[in-house]
């Protein structure tokens, strides 16, 4: 990897560590970003992680805009060699899969869609090689996700499968936005996973919802008074298919105050997991299963 640096105007510089995402380019990201923060650079005035990249905005009345640049280049090295390992949780995410909401806005806009003859399952499924929807849908929540990034929409994680690269699910996005998406959607754009936490606009394909609300604003939600956004970089998702039964409990206990997301503490091994990557999802299920 070659970190690349570019200025955006007198006040931001780009640093991109990678040109596409995987763990180790996360990890460095993760490292530099927070020795820049964590150095006090007098003008900094804002850091914004990205999956293999971030943007640090400065006041070029304090700090010329070449001198940050060279601040920033002092902790290359040392990021790098930087242990890749990250104190993190678990959390169990329930989706109902093929549920009428995501049907009913897909169906509206097949215009747009690669394949307008179908739904977003089925055309998934076929182009990751999978005989039905129930084989993709299986692949896509047997094993955990990564999150890499919490950003562009507020609230909204970006999710990477902890899986080989030849094995992870890819699904280009829509050929053209759709206007609409249902809060809560579960769905995959490229190799991302993501959870829409607020409607509106979108291209991403859509597999099913959660009824879990991670973005509250107000902050009336028991499980985010600390804080309105649920996910961080660095916490790992694991699927739940539910019913609508279950849909319906879940959401009624979220608004009743009784609801508590399953969740676990772990910590993350890069060098662990890349040695066997199945022996360390299994490890993560138990840390789960524990909790």
């Known amino acids: ?14 640093v991109e560590i990678d040109d596409e ?8 990201c993760l490292s530099l970003s927070n020795l820049v923060r964590e150095a006090n650079i007098p003008g ?10 971030f943007e ?9 805009p070449e001198a940050m640049m060279e601040k920033i280049k002092e902790f290359e090295h040392q990021a790098k060699a930087q242990e890749k390992r990250l104190d993190t949780r678990i959390i169990e995410i329930p989706v109902y899969f093929q549920d009428p909401w995501t049907h009913e806005t897909l169906m509206r806009f097949r215009e747009r869609h690669q394949d307008p003859s179908g739904t977003d399952l089925e055309y998934a499924a076929r182009i990751n090689g999978y005989d039905t929807v129930e084989a993709f849908i299986e692949a896509y929540h047997s094993q955990p996700w990564f999150v890499s990034m919490v950003g562009f929409v507020a609230g909204l994680p970006f999710l990477y499968q902890l899986v080989d690269r030849d094995k992870q699910i890819e699904v280009p996005k829509y050929l053209r936005p759709r206007t609409d998406t249902p809060r809560h959607t579960v769905g995959i754009g490229g190799c991302f996973g993501c959870i829409y936490s607020v409607r509106g606009a979108g291209g991403y394909q859509m597999f099913g919802i959660t009824p879990m609300t991670i973005f509250d604003p107000d902050q009336k939600v028991s499980y985010l008074k600390d804080f309105m956004v649920f996910f961080k970089p660095g916490d790992i998702v694991k699927w739940k298919p539910i019913d609508r039964e279950e849909f319906d409990r879940i959401t009624k206990a979220i608004e009743d105050g009784t609801y508590k997301p ?3 503490e772990v ?7 890349n040695n066997d990557m199945t022996g360390f999802n299994a490890k993560l299920m138990e840390a789960l299963n524990d909790a």
């Open 56 to 64: 640090v905005r400065f006041d070029p009345d304090v700090i010329a």
């Open 262 to 264: 399953r969740i676990a």
């Open 21 to 28: 995402m995987s763990l180790d380019a996360f990890f460095i």
């Open 1 to 14: 990897m070659k970190t690349r640096y570019s200025y955006g105007g007198d006040e931001h510089i780009y």
């Open 44 to 53: 900094v005035t804002e850091i914004l992680p990205a999956n293999a990249s």
């Open 267 to 273: 910590a993350f091994d890069l060098d662990a997991f």
